[in-house]
């Protein structure tokens, strides 16, 4: 096991970074073991660390229930992280770091197996609780501006697969005079039928897997708060749908791709996966989704 502890001093916020890298990188990594990382905060008046991983390659879940029982990343001593593996570069967390001095975390990358390449840069910044730029309370991924992209774990349209066990909550922050938000699946250029939303079903099959919502999404769900089609005549509390699931992003059941929108504030996504895939479940990749907030000014519907 390789073992690294890392106490931030910093007088900055600004220089208050870190990076954890791979053993010889920017080399790749192919070995079995276990590299490990402890951060403690600088000062007392840090509330959260942010991950920004800036590489992160490491082998993926197994293809049956999508589990990371190969390699794996996992956080220790802050708040609750779901375990992820595969592909996540350009992808973030935020960990609440606890009150007083003496609460480090604690980054581990697990790998099982030789002759595979793996790469990671980890960039960890601590931020203060009088921060601007802090997460939201219960967040584990939290975006900022007008329009951004979110992505599952490991989501990559050519053969990244939905990771098991995640259950978190993705936080937009609403920005000054916009009171809606709008999500459409990404661009799919990697299939003929776009995998940016599938969930649950079978989506190796020949037929596309229609959406499924509220208590039809009972194992793995994405619940955007009362949320409905852009377009939907009338919308209201009475036809908006929490959880959304299946192989199409749509607030009704269709093989119809749709953009959907919330006026719920604050804007945030709950993202729930149980441990069990096959046989029901196939292919699926998780989600990316492109958001837009919408002014205080439009109609939405």
Known sequence: ??????????????????????????????????????????????CQYRL????????????????????????????????????????????????????????????????????????????PCSASYRAEEGCLQYYTGISGTIKSFNYEPASGLQLSNQDYSICVRI???????????????????????????????????ASSIGSQCNMDWLVIPCTSNVGRINAGVSTCVDRLCGGTLNTESSTVLATVYSTVKPFRLVYHTNNVESPTDMGNRGFCLNYVQQPCTNSLN
């Open 175 to 209: 920005e000054r005079n916009f009171c809606g938000i709008q999500y459409t699946g990404c661009p799919d250029p990697a299939n003929n039928r776009s995998h940016a939303f599938t969930i649950t079903g079978n989506t190796l099959g020949q037929n596309p897997v």
């Open 52 to 127: 920004d991983f800036d590489q992160f390659s490491i082998t993926g879940p197994e293809p049956v229930n999508h589990i990371c029982n190969n390699d794996q990343f996992i956080v220790s001593g802050g708040s609750p992280v779901p375990g992820i593996c595969g592909y996540n570069t350009g992808n973030h967390m935020f960990v609440d770091a606890g009150f007083g001095i003496n609460n480090p975390i604690i980054l581990t990358f697990v790998t099982t197996g030789s002759n595979t390449a793996r790469n990671w840069k980890v960039k960890i910044s601590q931020i």
């Open 1 to 46: 096991m390789m073992l690294l502890e890392i106490k931030a001093i910093f007088y900055y916020v600004l220089k208050n970074v870190t990076y954890f890298v791979n053993q010889g990188y920017p080399k790749s990594y192919d070995d079995t073991g276990s590299c490990q990382l402890t951060v403690h905060k600088s000062r007392p008046d840090i």
